[in-house]
């Protein structure tokens, strides 16, 4: 079975502070994909970043990065200098073998100014 | 470059009711898959759309039925709906055909469904 466990609930920052998100996942299926969506108080979810199992390479995009540890299933995100526009819920996401995606409960991230 | 567009942004049902929910996909995009997310949860799979077949199902009961048309775009029939059934119904759209593909999953805005 696969599972996705995010286990902060509300993460609460002033403005311009570093805010790491925390992921571990369950498969056992050796190729799969992880993901990151944002979901802002409009309800839209935006796709922030994917990373494949075969691939471990950490990398960033701007103010994002993800830090992806297959050792320990694990796949953290991490968004730099903190700005008010990023208050939202972030979700983490895994897909194998299928087609559909394996949402975490989501996070709660409020900036402050 | 238009994205993912659902219809209509609200609904209010009552029990017992029928309600059709509408989704057209990102231009380009050849799949449409639904999820439910109920108030301060994650979304949860309904099913997959490609080339007009249900391609996969989540464990959601034959009351959730869907449809895709020749131009991509689907429907997300509920009936007999429950006070259990409300909730954001998210669409989103990918390309691919098989599992193995690259494809991410854009989505919509959401319908919110409340039943009364």
């Known amino acids: 079975a696969q599972k996705v466990t995010q286990a902060q609930t509300e993460i609460s920052v002033v403005e311009k502070e570093d805010v790491t998100l925390d992921c571990v996942y369950e498969t056992r299926d050796t190729t799969y994909y992880l993901f990151w969506y944002k979901q802002p108080p409009s309800g839209e979810l935006v796709f922030l970043i994917r990373?494949?199992?075969?691939?471990?390479q950490n990398e960033i995009s701007g103010r994002y990065s993800w830090n992806f540890q297959k050792s320990t299933s694990s796949f953290n995100f991490t968004i730099t200098a903190s700005q008010v526009v990023d208050s939202a819920v972030y979700f983490c996401a895994l897909r194998f073998n299928d087609y559909k995606l394996s949402f975490g409960a989501g996070t709660t991230v409020t900036v402050r100014a | 470059d238009a994205g993912v567009t659902q219809s209509p942004t609200h609904l209010i049902k009552t029990r017992g009711q029928q309600v059709t929910l509408r989704c057209s996909p990102k231009s380009g995009h050849d799949t449409v898959s639904w999820y439910q997310q109920a108030l301060g949860q994650g979304p949860q799979f309904i099913f997959q759309y490609y080339e007009e077949e249900e391609r996969q199902r989540g464990n959601f009961p034959d009351r959730f039925s869907g449809h895709q048309f020749p131009n991509y775009s689907s429907e997300l029939n509920v009936n007999a709906l429950w006070l259990g059934d409300s909730a954001l119904y998210l669409c989103?759209?990918?390309?691919?055909?098989?599992?193995?593909?690259?494809?991410?999953?854009?989505f919509g805005p959401g319908t919110r469904l409340t039943v009364l």
């Open positions: 990373r494949n199992s075969f691939d471990e």
């Open positions: 989103a759209s990918s390309t691919g055909t098989s599992w193995a593909s690259t494809d991410t999953q854009y």
